[in-house]
């Protein structure tokens, strides 16, 4: 609702009510005004119509009670002046004057009665109009803040309905991507699924990797797995591999009940042998447009368009191909080139898997055989072993009566002639089997020199003059290069002649054994020892050279030799570079021969000079020589004690380290026999404290051992003694070897030290 207009300035003022003290003083001032002109000076000239002007001051101030008094006084004041002041005209006249001016002093005031009460009537109604007017406004005012609030409130819930409408449209967009990714999720489950399937299908070809599988039905097992882990449009899978320049299949998947259409097809013309070549990773989209290259198709039903193929390594060689076909012609993405270069290294890890199995399993047949072999070959060395034993035992018995009992001193002689040879078997077998052991736990010191093989062989041939003359054999050599020289190691060379010349005097009760050397046309020497014995059945000569089964043969003459003579020999030729072989007729010989490779033959190389070491003395020599003997074993010991002092020797005995040490320093020995295996100490200590501390008497040490290895030997030396001697002792070799090391020896040759050495030595 609009508000009143504005008042006119007029009304304004009539309308506009003063306060009553302002409105009695203007009245009443206004009366004494108007008064005072009537009463005054000015009597004859004021009207008395001029009563009418405060009057019309009251239509101002609209209070009747002014107005009243106002007409009252006026109308007193009026008859005042008309009846008793005036003179000129009669009392009934100026009644009458009076009378009119009554009624133009009492109708103006009725009138602004009249008017005063309608401006009150106008004031109230304005009063009234103003208020509704306020309250049409607070109203106003009001509407419009609630206007206001709706404004805000539809302009809210038009924000919220566009809110709602964009979160309606997300999720109707939500809603289509759910949608979206539900179809791409049941399409991944249902890859995931078939992938799965092929994960399976893997799993269950590791586990069928067993010796009683075939290598095809595990490929094939790889080939469904690549098909069922491929994406949709791959229909089969093969492993392929040249095999005598044809393409072969070891297993596949996917080629129906027909299998593949051809067996003949040239592997230089297939995309394998292109990806093999390039050892990449390689894929064809469509085979037509390559005529010149031929796939594995299957024999029945759609031909392959399209071949993703990957090259098959094991142990960094190429070996084959891991091939997935499409019937139609399709582009090959990158996570199926992971797959299939994954799927031929699980084929590669399958394919060695086998193998390795393959190779275990032999491995294992082996070593139960082998097993069942050393324990027959145990218990053929103990029964050996103890044969010799008993024998010593029984001599050692039968000599203690021969001395006791008058008149049989003479079976002496005889009886510690068959005691030695017991002895001498029993050292023998002991020191094959420890040959066997050593060459089989690793590669053998090789002493390499030049070696004149025509005296290596005259002297391997001496050796067994003897026997050969006892049993009456014809032993020749046959050699027609007398100046060829090997570069090989002479000790271990020599060692094979003397077994093989062995075995052939041993084994040969009549006939001829030949040593022979040839030359071969390429440059190499082929060395035969060849007998007439009774030879080697065709079923042995596989495993001649194998002690195991040479020890369990219940029919070989055990007198003859412990039968491990050959097992050393191939594996002394083995290390040596050089190959043996045997051939052999049942009743007419065999032959043994050892080829030597061009590379071992010197060229032009004129013959060394063979150096045979003879001592100069005697055993007389030994007299006035003082040996200190230093050996743990009692009975070895006192033996060795007295067969020296038999050749002249003053012997000095002890039994541990420190004794010797004690002796060395007080009794001044020319010579020292060390025993390298002393209870108290290592005799390589002993020798360790001689080097910095050797007595001036002191002109010869010799080293003592069962292991005379070659870097043992070398060991010794290097601490000073002159050589290493095995055991069991050779008397004679023992004394050649003292003799030969005084005179070397003699003068110190730098051996000589400040002569201080004690017990203390070994703290």
């Not at 002093?105 to 304005?126: E, G, T």
């Not at 053998?444 to 050969?468: C, N, Y």
């Not at 001689?690 to 601490?719: F, I, T």
């Amino acid at each position: 609702m609009n508000p009143l207009p504005p008042r006119p300035r007029f009304y304004s003022f009539l309308l506009h009510m003063p306060p009553p003290a302002v409105a009695w003083s203007v009245s009443l001032g206004a009366l004494a005004v108007v008064a005072a002109l009537n009463l005054g000076p000015l009597a004859g000239q004021a009207a008395s119509v001029a009563y009418v002007l405060p009057l019309i001051l009251c239509l101002w101030t609209r209070n009747r009670m002014i107005l009243y008094l106002t007409a009252v006084i006026g109308s007193v004041l009026g008859y005042y002046k008309t009846v008793h002041v005036s003179m000129y005209n009669g009392y009934e006249d100026r009644l009458l004057t009076w009378w009119f001016q009554l009624i133009n002093l009492w109708v103006p005031a009725f009138a602004i009665h009249l008017a005063s009460y309608s401006f009150d009537r106008l004031d109230m109604k304005r009063k009234l109009l103003a208020e509704a007017n306020d309250e049409l406004a607070a109203t106003n005012r009001e509407v419009a803040s609630r206007e206001h609030e709706v404004v805000q409130q539809n302009e809210e819930l038009q924000s919220q309905s566009e809110e709602l409408e964009r979160q309606t449209e997300e999720l109707r967009q939500q809603a289509e991507e759910l949608e979206q990714q539900t179809v791409e999720l049941h399409a991944a489950n249902d890859e995931l699924t078939r992938r799965e399937r092929g994960l399976q299908t893997l799993l269950e070809s590791a586990r069928w990797l067993r010796s009683d599988l075939a290598e095809r039905d595990v490929m094939s097992a790889v080939c469904q797995a690549a098909v069922q882990v491929m994406e949709e449009g791959v229909s089969a899978a093969a492993v392929v591999f040249p095999q005598n320049g044809l393409l072969t299949l070891r297993g596949h998947f996917g080629f129906g009940v027909h299998g593949t259409m051809r067996a003949d097809v040239p592997f230089p013309g297939t995309f394998a042998a292109m990806v093999m070549a390039r050892g990449q990773t390689a894929y064809i989209a469509d085979i037509q447009s390559r005529p010149d290259l031929n796939l594995a198709q299957p024999a029945a039903g759609r031909l392959f368009r399209s071949v993703l193929s990957t090259p098959l390594t094991v142990e960094g060689k190429v070996i084959g191909a891991v091939e997935v076909y499409a019937q139609q012609p399709r582009e090959w993405t990158d996570g199926e080139f992971k797959v299939i270069e994954w799927l031929a290294a699980q084929c590669a890890l399958a394919l060695q898997a086998i193998e390795y199995q393959q190779e275990v399993l032999v491995k294992r047949r082996e070593a139960e055989e082998a097993s069942v072999q050393k324990t027959r070959f145990l218990a053929a060395v103990s029964h050996d072993v103890r044969t010799p034993a008993n024998a010593i035992s029984l001599i050692a018995d039968l000599i203690e009566q021969s001395a006791a009992v008058p008149g049989h001193h003479v079976d002496i002689p005889n009886l510690a002639k068959d005691l030695k040879a017991n002895a001498r078997s029993l050292v023998e077998l002991v020191s094959d089997v420890l040959d066997l052991t050593r060459l089989d736990s690793g590669k053998p010191d090789l002493h390499i020199s030049d070696v004149a093989l025509h005296g290596l062989l005259k002297t391997s041939l001496r050796q067994f003059e003897r026997i050969a003359v006892e049993k009456k054999l014809d032993l020749r050599l046959e050699s027609g290069n007398a100046d060829v020289v090997l570069r090989t190691d002479k000790m271990k060379l020599a060692r094979i002649f003397a077994n093989l010349l062995g075995n052939a005097v041993k084994f040969t009760e009549a006939g001829a054994v030949a040593l022979r050397s040839r030359m071969l046309p390429d440059g190499g020497v082929a060395i035969s020892v060849a007998d007439t014995g009774v030879g080697i059945p065709a079923d042995a000569l596989g495993r001649i050279f194998d002690e195991f089964y040479q020890l369990q043969n219940p029919e070989r003459d055990r007198n003859k030799g412990s039968g491990l003579g050959l097992a050393i020999c191939k594996r002394l030729v083995t290390a040596l570079g050089f190959t043996l072989n045997l051939e052999s007729t049942v009743g007419v010989g065999s032959t043994f021969t050892v080829t030597i490779p061009r590379e071992f033959v010197q060229p032009n190389t004129p013959k060394p000079v063979e150096m045979v070491e003879t001592p100069k003395g005697d055993a007389g020599t030994l007299r006035d020589v003082r040996v200190l003997l230093v050996e743990d074993h009692d009975v070895t010991r006192r033996a060795a004690s007295r067969l020296l002092a038999t050749r002249g020797a003053t012997v000095l005995e002890a039994r541990t380290g420190r004794e010797a040490l004690h002796l060395l320093l007080h009794d001044q020995p020319d010579v020292l026999l060390l025993d390298l295996m002393l209870p108290d100490a290592d005799g390589t200590d002993i020798l360790k404290h001689l080097k910095l501390n050797r007595p001036a008497s002191l002109r010869c040490v010799l080293a003592v051992s069962g292991d005379v290895r070659d870097a043992r030997r070398k060991e010794v030396k290097d601490l000073g003694a002159y050589d290493l001697i095995a055991k069991p002792l050779d008397i004679q070799h023992l004394l050649n070897a003292i003799v030969t090391g005084l005179e070397r020896c003699q003068g110190g040759d730098g051996h000589k030290g400040d002569g201080k050495v004690g017990a203390a030595a070994l703290g």
